[in-house]
């Protein structure tokens, strides 16, 4: 095998799915301003913040232009904002007043931190049919049950909209999307790191640190799942960053220590951004060649980058990049971003292969040389170039 490069630079990353927590009167584990700190230090130049603020949702033209508020103001990278699709939230309500603002309605069918409640898919269907009304490009996303998914996937098709599906984590719900697409139904496939990454057996009672929505796959489907993303059957990767207070972990794990979804004492999640791409980009590496014709580099691009912003409609400069040394380390707690009361990500230990070292957006530097050099805040919605 020919010696790697040893510096690599790519189309920069954009996350879609962030838990960014401020303005939330619950969560207070991470602000605006370090979780795009993280994100910038991860090499990503945009992110979306997911609507499930806990005390606080997205759900209104008030919460959505606070939210946009604070990004311009403290946001060290573009952010863009989503917004809520419950039913008990009424956002198809909203839907017309803030749809150039946002990058598309979010849908919770199983309970997670800050949603308690079992909906399906006729559940989401009369904000299903405004958004089709208004604007079938506008992305659908969904945090689908265990046994769901396939509803979604029929009432997708059924009003011609784009669905996202969040976070896959079982390699026969990719195959299920898979299959729909390929008869013609416009769908977005993401996973997230920790799903290609950890598995169902690193979980132990007690210990919250790995516990997550959707849960980790076991083995042998994390296997499958990491096959079919450097494959080509997931399109995109969002980091699902999710900070908790470690104090908040810590209760879960005395109150709940299974993890039941009807108890209340939740704290499912885990912080990623400072770290994810390297992990991504590394695991692909660690790959190379047991898949005929795959280029690590490429297909992390293409799910971290162009792929992303295709489906969110973002503009990328060719000059919008991060740059990566190649190398090895193990990651520890200086490469993660300090916040004096969360929890940490579960990646310190974690070998990685690379590591950013720049990141520009338009070809001038917002990150380099192990520091930030610049913001660049704004928000980040269809159409707009970076």
């Known amino acids: 095998m020919p010696k790697p490069p040893e510096f690599i630079t790519v189309q920069a990353a954009i996350d879609p799915h962030t838990h960014l927590r401020q303005p939330s009167p619950i969560n207070k584990a991470e602000t605006y301003a370090k979780g ?19 005390g606080r949702p997205t759900k209104d033209v008030e919460t959505v232009w606070e939210k946009i508020t604070i990004g311009r103001n403290e946001a060290w990278i573009p952010t863009g904002v989503w917004l809520s699709a419950q039913p008990e939230d009424n956002g198809v309500g909203q839907l017309r007043a803030v749809r150039s603002w946002i990058l598309g309605g979010k849908f919770f069918s199983h309970p997670s931190t800050g949603n308690d409640k079992y909906h399906g898919p006729e559940d989401l269907r009369e904000f299903a049919v405004e958004l089709s009304k208004l604007d079938r490009d506008l992305p659908l996303a969904v945090h689908a049950g265990p046994d769901n998914l396939e509803g979604f996937i029929d009432l997708a098709e059924e009003l011609k909209l784009h669905l996202y599906i969040f976070h896959m984590n079982n390699p026969d719900d990719v195959d299920l999307a898979t299959k729909a697409i390929d008869r013609g139904v416009r769908i977005t496939r993401e996973i997230s790191p920790h799903h290609l990454i950890f598995t169902e057996e690193e979980v132990e009672p007690g210990d919250w640190s790995l516990r997550m929505q959707p849960p980790l796959a076991k083995a042998i489907d994390r296997e499958k799942l990491l096959w079919q993303a450097m494959a080509g059957q997931i399109d995109t990767i969002g980091t699902d960053h ?63 980058s162009t792929n992303t912003a295709g489906a969110i409609d973002i503009h990328l400069s060719k000059n919008t990049t991060t740059t990566y040394q190649i190398g090895k380390w193990e990651i520890g707690p200086d490469d993660d971003v300090k916040l004096p009361e969360a929890a940490p990500t579960p990646f310190i230990g974690h070998t990685a292969l690379a590591k950013v070292v720049q990141v520009q957006i338009k070809g001038r530097a917002l990150f380099e040389n192990g520091r930030i050099v610049r913001r660049e805040p704004r928000l980040l919605t269809r159409g707009v170039i970076i």
Request: proline share 5%; net charge negative.
């Open 36 to 54: 795009t700190e993280a994100a910038l230090k991860g090499g990503y130049v945009g992110i979306g913040d997911i609507s499930n603020t806990l």
């Open 242 to 304: 999710a900070p908790h207070t470690q104090a908040a972990k810590e209760e879960a794990g005395r109150l709940n220590p299974d993890g039941d979804l009807d108890n209340p004492n939740k704290a499912f999640g885990v912080r990623s951004l400072s770290i994810a791409t390297a992990v991504v980009l590394s695991e692909f590496m660690k790959h190379e060649g047991e898949i005929k014709d795959f280029d690590p580099v490429k297909r992390f691009e293409e799910m971290t």
